[in-house]
Structures are given as structure tokens and as C-alpha cells.
């Protein structure tokens, strides 16, 4: 099977998650790199397109050119990556998909949830695949997690508890000319949520994939706790779901001694599952009275779905690249059962989309309406 033919926009000298995607993309050998526009600077993005041992004819200075070039190749690009700061999102993903190209695309999907709206129409219109990375959702524990929530062993679900803590912007690193953080505190280029959009996305996202939950209403209590940021770093979301679940949400970007400490716990009728990033290869199960069972990544009786994003046996860890590759395979078998016309095989199936990155749109916009509202409701004095 030959590698389907993979271009990037962003993910340049000094960028972070472009360099995740290659990685990810190269690890199963189902994509191969073979043009780019990395960079906001054209000669940067060249220069770094050459570094990479890219074809100095597919080295592109800007994603417009990159596009109409390689619309006229016989040989041209397949998908498109797109890992740019979160307002380019929209107006390259459109672009792409006009031309003709799937996209992978980074969340948040777009900044704005007009943008958001418009994009998930047009992938759904055009027929084209759009990807989004919620990198979270490529772990074959979390599949596990999904597919034994889904088979009800833990009973009904009523109560989710997520959490993505981070310390890394608990200084104004932003104010210091922190790339990454420039743009993620400037309300145009990163959207209206801060903490909420960049990692809440993610764990909004990940809540809702196991649990198997769809958000009805929320309320919210955001804070900027670094002075002179212009958007929140720690957010605080209530959350009801359908059928009346209930959620909690915290998302942060200011907490010391955390670096990407995403932690999920589902509580049902039943029984509760916990799983946690930094321990990723294990799912803990606790049925009602306390018997705390650990399911291990690699196990012979786990899902189809976990299995078939499985590479090493148990005790040989597996992580964040792994999980990363996982969507990458998948969406290589997406794109693949599309043009053969068949269903995927169980890897390119649950994978996260153009509705899934609208969600996660709509849910910061709710985020930021419910924490801005002048007349919050539930917020009461306390008498003592
Ligand atoms: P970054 O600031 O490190 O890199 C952005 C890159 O995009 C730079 O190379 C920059 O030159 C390039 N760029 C900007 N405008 C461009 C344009 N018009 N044409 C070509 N290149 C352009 O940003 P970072 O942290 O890598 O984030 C990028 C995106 O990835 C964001 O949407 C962010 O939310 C998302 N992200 C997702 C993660 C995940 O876990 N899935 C983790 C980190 C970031």
C-alpha cells in the first residue's frame, strides 16, 4: 500500500506541534511529507522545507501558493495538515477543501464559531475528510474506556469529572515574547476562550468520546489570574448533559506542578473508570464496592477499538507519539475506505471530525457567553 501524500501549513523552525504531526504521520508509514508551507515568514518557511529534504519545487513560501502549485500536479498533495495558530484555521481549511484537498486540521477548529459553522458545512457539502487532532481520543485506553462505557459496565453514567492542568503560562510568558504564548493571550488569533479553548477543547472532547454524553447546557466561571493577559487561564465549567448526567470541567493553564496532567473519571449506576495521561497505558475500573480493577494496554481481551491501535506488547509503554500516530493511521484508513468505497477497519473508525471541532467551538463560545452574562445566576453571597 503506497503512503498517501501529506503537505503542512505551519510547523516550522521553532513551532511545537508540527513537528508532533511528522512524527506521528511517519510512524506507521501510511503518509509521506511531501510539500509545505511552514512557516509565516516565506524564506523561513523554505528554508525549513529544504531542511526537512523536501523537493526544493514543493519548498513553498505561502499555503496560497502551495495550493494552486500543487492542484496542477498530476502527483499532488492527497491532505493538507494544518498547524497554524488557531484564526489561519479557516480561511486555509477552505481553501484546501475548494482546491479539492482533505485536511487534517489542529483544534480549536476555527477562532470564531461563525468560522466554525461555515467550515463543518463545507466538509460536509464538498465530501472532503477533515481530521481535527484531539490528540487524547488516539489512546487505545481511552477507546477501551469508550467501548466499556458504551457496553454499560459501569451502569448509566452520571457524573463526569475532567481535568487538563497545566503550569506553563502561570508567569506572563507572553509579555517575555514566548512564541507559543503570543498568540494563544491575543483574542484574535487564538479566539474568545484562552485556558478554555486551547486544553478545555481537548478535554470537553474527551468527556463527551467516552462518556458517549451530549452537552445540553453549561455554566462557567472563568479567571485571568496573570496580570495584564487578555483572556482567561483557568476556567471552572459546570456541565449538564442530556438525560440529565451531570460534568465538571477545569481547565488551566496556571497549575504549578502540572504539565499536561489530563485526567478523566466517568461515575455510572454501577460502577466508575479513570484514566490519566501520564499513566496512559492503564484504564482503572472500579465496580460498586471498591474492587479497583487496572486493565492494561496490550491485554488480549481488550476491544477491537483498542487493539487495533495497539503496536507493543504490555509493559512496553506506549504515549502521547503513539496516540498521535493512532489518529494519523486513522485517518489514512478514512481516507482510503473513502475512495474505495467500503467502511473503515476499526482504526479509522470514532475518529474526531469537522462536527466534533465545531463542538468544541460552540462549547467555548458557551463557555465565555455563560462567564461574561452580567446576571450569572447561580452565583449567591455566602451568609458566613
Ligand atoms: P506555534 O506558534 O509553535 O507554531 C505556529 C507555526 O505556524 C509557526 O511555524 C508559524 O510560523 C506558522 N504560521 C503561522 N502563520 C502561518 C501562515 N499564514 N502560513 C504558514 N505558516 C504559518 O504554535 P503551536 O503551539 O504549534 O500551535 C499550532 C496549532 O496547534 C494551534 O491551533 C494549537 O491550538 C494547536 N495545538 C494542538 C495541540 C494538540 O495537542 N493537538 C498541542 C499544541 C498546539
Redesign the pocket.
Known sequence: MRPLRLGM??????????N?HRLAARLDGQWQLVAG?????PE??RAFALSQGLDPARSYG??QEMIAAEAARPDRMEAVAI????F??YP?AKALIEAGFDVIC???LTATLADAVALEQLARDSGRFVGV???YSGYPMVHEARVRVAAGEIGAVRTVQVEYPLEWMATAIEQQGN??AV??TDPVKNGRGGSIG?IGT?AYHLAGFVSGLTLDSLTADLATFVSGRALDDNAHVMLRYQGGARGLLWSSQVAIGHSNGVRLRVFGGTGSLQWYQEQPNELILTPLEGRVQVVKRGAPDLSEDAQARTRTPPGHPEGYLEA?ANLYAGFAEAIRARAEGREPDAIGRNLPTAWDGLKGVAFVEAVVDSAEAADQPWLRPVAV
Open positions: 501549513v505551519g510547523g516550522g523552525q521553532g513551532a511545537y506541534i508540527g508532533i508551507a511552514f512557516d509565516v515568514d523561513r518557511g505561502t499555503w498547524c497554524t495558530p488557531n489561519t484555521h486555509i489542529e483544534k480549536p487532532t484531539y490528540t512564541a507559543q498568540w494563544r486551547d481537548h498521535f
